[in-house]
């Protein structure tokens, strides 16, 4: 409830209780809800919301161009190939091992008969890539995710840990599906904490070859995508272990991976030593076939040793690149982090549709009205504008930074620059986290606010948030991602103190810390005209101001109870804290983009619009952090009382255009799909569905 | 994010930016997370958590016979039943068909075979039928619902809308399932706005019959449980038309309630003029065959209105005891409030379940530690206790809020006092809505906070989740009946003013709005000692003086709007501001009782225990609306700051007897059912239901 949370209206007018109380029961009246005594008919009038201000003109077309991805054509031949395959259509019910079945199917289609070949994007067109991702997504999230098992986790770790060699043996067959392949890092017992795998590789120099062994149960891979059904290779990391000629005998040179052949390539039986066990059932995702993986002295050749950043030698001698274990370690993941790319940007498309099944069914569905006029749409209703507004501002806010994010990463995949590496990986660990955490929560408020049909599967939001659930955990846990932000931030302050540079997203903590630390200006505290709380200057600002705060205090507290927590006790004590400023930071560096998208849209309405929702997204976000603002007096009682009437105008400000703004995502009917969101005929579709 | 922000960080001590970086670039190598470069190993030392401060040690059984229900002897009934029947077991897949077959055999086995007849309880023991309702629902959330609209909504509405000649010819059918029905309001077009329902019941003084006509599409019945497959009648809503002498030929009655057989009793065919379509797969409670119903020109005897609040004579002539047509809708609808009380109190259970396995399993599962230290329980990190601690501490505040409501309910339908009913009505709706939105939340934390694991069909967050998500929308749309809450509040806001009586529940607005509606206390606002923070009157006061304030200036923005905007204009410009003053106000009642069952426990230790909690609920909820308290200066700065802290900390401190407090809830693991919150074993159970 918090976010509906009126922090401020005791500052409102004083009420003069005898006459309000007359005109209340009247008022109380016109609300005749369900299963309630209801009150007789109102008589008050009532002039609706939508009267109430001139509505800004946008020019859809430009506003559609302006957001419009680069690779459409991919994503329309992607959708067109789908819309002439019915039989490649996931139906509304379907058992999981159909729904494999016809994953693995679809994605033999994409491949063999759209043509549609992702694994060279993988490492050469990284935007591409993801719009294929976006694209198959929307068809079925699942296949969305096999694909990305395929080509980016267990293809991408061929060509990116792996040396020419691996390249040459494995592309093809990879590429055209020949090599279906698992990328098998998690064990039952570790998965966030990678470094504490224990499936061992032992190389044995008699036979050159290496050793693949599950020395307990906790060390069996779990959730092994493609592994259950359909994977005939998985990349396993495995503790690499050396024979030595010292006294213990073995050397423990840490985790790395290896390619290990798991089903037969003719007969697809499962080869000698591996038990494959299904990990069964899940809450979404059910077209993917995640499998648990057991390993008795499974013997693979040394050549199947991923050897970019470690090697072995015939006779055992370990060569690297890198000086030591968690260098190399730290290379290898490193290598992944276009997993967390794909998967932000994957979870905006996943908004785009939820945000635009509940806005069109919200303009379409009517309830209730004033007395004796017709009923009004449900959106037109103050509660439902807060519950929709602001998330579709976020979903522009987002769109905008992760497009960002993945020209970014395009740019890092070509110039390997180490200063763009670094930005890159904080900036996936950051915007994958917060806009996947936004976008379940999301998926549950579209569902509530479409009332009963929201809950017809038909209609989307079950199987949308189910497939989706779990991007906020895979490809690293959004808990333990931000720890990742937060400690990167901690990291350039410390470098700021040392007269480092900062790296270009960043950047404002060198400009503004000096400025921040300082007492706020007691002046513009008071300032609470809509001009300046919608210039971008103050909105900024203020989320910087918050960030570097954030910053310079954990950093204190950090130091003052390492000195008796120690460093992990620390951590833990200011861990709230901390992930509060890593979510702080993201929020600031998506306002920053948004600000910048406005400020370089060309068309005049389009850019209008874009404004509205910018601003909207920069209050909305500062009036639900109002406390803090309040506590340091950043903002005055009044000004607080200002961004708060000023949210909720701009939420009625975007209602107002939201047909525009959500028609320019260009979603068409055969990918939102929900029949009480189709762009003509809702209703008459949806009866249609279910046979009358 | 809002809920986790650190609203008050920025007062924390000012930092020593050069010591402090030198320290963080150490502290944050403690950190490896998956997916990401990881640096060397940490070298600092750490003191965990756990080890921070004393334990308490709580008398579990003491605990758990306060917190045991009256009827735990039919619920252990129930479970051994089902324990005894795996046949009846729902399995984690299962088709629609085959589910709603196995759910109407499971509601058979029930009745029939383990001689559970709930029908009998729904009017003469709702506390019993609850308690039914609440173990049936652990079973299968589906068989609580299909057991709901059979006895609670279709035979509710025969014995309390109807008359003895119901009663008699209905009863015995209804309960032992020969008679198995449906309860159709809800339209196509009309959900939360029944007055707007269009479905007609023409009186046709020939035959004596009612004719029910479907006008148009979008008055087909529509979501009506039993429908699709299993229903023989159906208590339809339709407006009733009565043939007058007039020039309009035809008078509008206003909705009524008709029995109207659909199916036939033999052969089980729809009857003729009935068309029933399937409403098809949902996002939940698969087991449950809604369906959709058209009639064209059905006859059904006159007999069949369910004349308590209205009849009609043999010749078309009307009579009620009650004089108007929102009168006699209100009191139909009034009878039907034992839904909603149910579904606050299944709601509950709900959450008993999730929090305990997300609980459990958080106090088993080790991630990460200290350097060259065994990894810790994921319980305790900071962040862990922060999304579960004040979870658990909610869960035993709505546990004794709806335990009250459903001793109130059934006091209700003994004394049908009309002040009663009225408490009775209004706590209903805001205890289901408060409840049901924040179970609803919750557990999508459960599964997040339960990482990969959570995501496994069988740890059953996912179907929890499905099937309660509608909890939140059906007996009342959960925002629509907060506005109710709201109005009832104003209603007797004004009755304050004008000398009236308040009744218990809400008691403390009169005593109170004197003393809040002056400027808070600046000395008091100052106290910030751990005693007056956690002294229930600090606590009570703050919820009070929030609600008090909320309700006042509320009032008097009605009074200024509904001059320019009219009343539903003016209601509809505050109703955040409304939602919010429901919210807040039902916050204030559960604290209240929590308060007063903490009191209230004989024994010393689980009284402390629950102290813990109460205190955690009471300050989670007031620092996540301190911008409110802020801005008002209720607290000062400071305070703030030590709210937040202490919450903090009595989220370690309940994490300490956070097993306890999970015991006390005397879930047997049949009924949590999750292999990873098994009480011993668990990885084992987990690892051999996949196959190992
Ligand atoms: C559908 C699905 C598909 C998958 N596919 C693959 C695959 O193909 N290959 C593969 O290798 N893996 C795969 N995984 C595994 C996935 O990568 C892991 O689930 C993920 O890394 C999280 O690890 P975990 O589940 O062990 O959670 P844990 O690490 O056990 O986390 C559990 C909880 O503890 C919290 N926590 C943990 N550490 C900390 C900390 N330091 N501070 C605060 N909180 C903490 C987390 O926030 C989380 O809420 C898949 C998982 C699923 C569910
Ligand atoms: C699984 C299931 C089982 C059901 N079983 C039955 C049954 O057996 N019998 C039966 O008769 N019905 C049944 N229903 C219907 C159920 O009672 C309705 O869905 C419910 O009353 C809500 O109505 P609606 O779906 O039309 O939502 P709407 O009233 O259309 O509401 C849609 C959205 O608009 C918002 N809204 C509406 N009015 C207002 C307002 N005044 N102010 C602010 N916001 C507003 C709501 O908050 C909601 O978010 C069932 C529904 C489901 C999904």
Redesign the pocket.
């Given at each position: 409830m918090e976010s509906r949370r009126e922090k401020n209206p005791m500052t409102e007018e004083e009420s003069d209780g005898l006459i309000a109380a007359r005109r209340i029961q009247r008022l109380s009246l016109h609300l005749s809800p369900s299963l309630t005594p209801s009150p007789s008919l109102p008589l008050v009038q009532t002039e609706t919301c939508s009267a109430r201000s001139k509505k800004l003109d946008v020019n859809g077309e430009a506003l559609s161009l302006y957001m419009r991805g680069k690779h459409i054509d991919i994503q329309e031949k992607i959708f067109d190939f789908f819309n002439s395959r019915p039989d490649l259509q996931t139906p509304i019910e379907i058992s999981k091992d159909d729904h494999r079945e016809l994953c693995m199917n679809q994605l033999i289609g994409l491949v063999r008969e759209a043509g549609v070949r992702p694994f060279r994007y993988v490492a050469d067109d990284p935007e591409k890539y993801f719009a294929i991702m976006e694209a198959v997504g929307s068809v079925d999230m699942s296949l969305g995710?096999k694909m990305g098992?395929q080509y980016s986790?267990w293809g991408g770790s061929v060509i990116n840990l792996g040396t020419k060699k691996h390249r040459d043996k494995y592309f093809d067959g990879i590429d055209n599906l020949d090599y279906t392949g698992?990328?098998?890092?998690?064990e039952l017992h570790?998965?966030?904490?990678v470094q504490g795998l224990q499936t061992t590789a032992t190389f044995d120099p008699l036979k050159d070859e290496f050793v693949i062994d599950t020395p307990n149960d906790g060390a069996i891979?779990?959730?092994?995508?493609?592994a259950a059904v359909h994977g005939k290779f998985a990349t396993v990391?495995a503790r690499l272990i050396l024979p030595t000629h010292d006294s213990k005998g073995v050397s423990d040179m840490g985790v790395h991976a290896f390619i290990v052949p798991i089903r037969d390539m003719k007969t697809h039986q499962t080869l000698p030593g591996v038990e494959i066990q299904d990990c069964g059932h899940?809450v979404g995702?059910n077209g993917?076939d995640?499998g648990a993986l057991r390993f008795r002295s499974v013997r693979i050749p040394r050549d199947n040793l991923l050897n970019r950043f470690g090697d072995v030698s015939r006779d055992g001698t370990y060569t690297s690149s890198l000086p030591t274990i968690n260098k190399r370690f730290g290379a290898t993941l490193g290598e992944l982090v276009g997993g967390r790319v794909g998967l932000a940007y994957a979870s905006v498309g996943v908004l785009k549709i939820s945000a635009t099944i509940a806005i069109r069914y919200s303009l379409l569905r009517q309830q209730f009205g004033p007395p004796k006029q017709p009923e009004v749409s449900i959106l037109d209703y103050q509660s439902q504008q807060h519950k929709l507004m602001p998330m579709l501002a976020s979903t522009y806010a987002y769109h905008f930074a992760t497009v960002y994010l993945v020209e970014k990463y395009s740019e890092m995949k070509k110039t390997h620059d180490e200063q763009l590496v670094a930005d890159v990986h904080a900036l996936s660990a950051g915007l994958k986290s917060y806009v996947t955490s936004y976008t379940a929560k999301a998926l549950s408020v579209c569902r509530e606010a479409c009332g009963g049909h929201g809950y017809a599967a038909v209609n989307r939001f079950g199987s949308l948030r189910n497939d989706h659930d779990?991007f906020q955990?895979?490809?690293?846990?959004?808990?333990?991602l931000l720890?990742q932000v937060a400690a990167d931030l901690l990291k350039r302050y410390k470098e700021k103190f040392q007269g480092g540079t900062l790296t270009v997203t960043w950047s404002y903590l060198r400009e503004s810390m000096n400025t921040y630390l300082s007492q706020p200006n007691p002046v513009t505290a008071r300032w609470e005209g809509e001009d300046h709380l919608r210039d971008p200057k103050f909105q900024l600002d203020a989320f910087r101001y918050r960030t570097s705060r954030l910053l310079q205090n954990v950093a204190a507290r950090l130091q003052k109870h390492s000195k008796t927590l120690g460093g992990f006790g620390a951590w833990n004590r200011c861990?709230n804290h901390l992930l509060t400023l890593a979510e702080s930071h993201i929020e600031t560096v998506i306002l920053a983009k948004f600000i910048e998208a406005v400020k370089n849209c060309p068309d005049p309405s389009a850019k209008a619009a874009l404004k509205l929702a910018c601003d909207l997204y920069a209050l909305d976000r500062i009036w639900k952090d109002i406390g803090t603002y309040r506590n340091v007096d950043y903002v005055a009682p009044n000004k607080a009382k200002a961004i708060h009437k000023l949210t909720e105008y701009l939420s009625f400000q975007v209602r107002n255009v939201a047909k525009e703004l959500v028609d320019a995502f260009e979603l068409p009917d055969h990918v939102t799909r929900a029949p009480i969101a189709m762009q003509s005929d809702a209703y008459s579709q949806y009866t249609q569905v279910v046979g009358f």
């Open positions: 995710i098992v986790l698992c990328f098998a890092m998690t570790h998965g966030s904490n891979k779990w959730w092994i995508g493609n990391f899940k995702l993917v995640n779990i955990t895979f490809e690293g846990d959004n808990t333990v720890q861990l």
